[in-house]
């Protein structure tokens, strides 16, 4: 996959996951500078603000599902701020959208064991998220429970 290409597959997974939030009538805004946050979410009724980092993943098919691998930046992901970045890890099989895995910052190092296993002085984290036999799999913890889970973004009725 070339760098080019991966800028066409992160926006067009930016677009995918916005317009999940908006059909759950949250409001959705891009900064103007990128500085770790993809799109604010935002709950217009009380000014309620989540910060998403939308990571996407063109997989690769296995005999029993796929191999999806993201790239999270050690820094961000070992930093407590306030609200809280909410991840989406959007995985993209050739002709679908076919997971998105919705995970909070401290949640994710959690399941990656990530200050005991990873904390190395790298710059970027690289996470594979393995699908086999409907069970999502990353670090060998089971993070399925997080797969399409907006519990963090309950519907909105307007």
């Excluded at 913890?141 to 519907?155: A, I, S, V």
Aim: glycine share 6%; aromatic share 10%.
């Amino acid at each position: 996959m070339t760098r080019m290409f991966n800028n066409y597959i992160g926006k067009a997974g930016q677009f995918f996951a916005m317009s999940e939030f908006l059909m759950r009538g949250w409001n959705v805004a891009v900064p103007e500078v990128d500085r770790g946050d993809d799109i604010f979410v935002v709950q217009d009724s009380d000014g309620l603000l989540r910060r998403v980092q939308v990571k996407t993943a063109q997989a690769s098919r296995t005999a029993n599902g796929y191999v999806a691998k993201f790239s999270i930046p050690t820094r961000q992901l070992l930093s407590a701020i306030t609200p809280e970045i909410q991840y989406v890890l959007l995985v993209r099989l050739p002709a679908q959208w076919c997971d998105m895995l919705i995970i909070d910052r401290p949640t994710l190092a959690a399941e990656l064991n990530f200050t005991e296993t990873m904390g190395d002085g790298k710059t970027t984290v690289s996470v594979s998220v393995k699908r086999q036999n409907n069970i999502l799999l990353c670090a060998g913890r089971d993070l399925t429970r997080f797969n399409w889970n907006f519990d963090r973004f309950p519907t909105i009725r307007h």
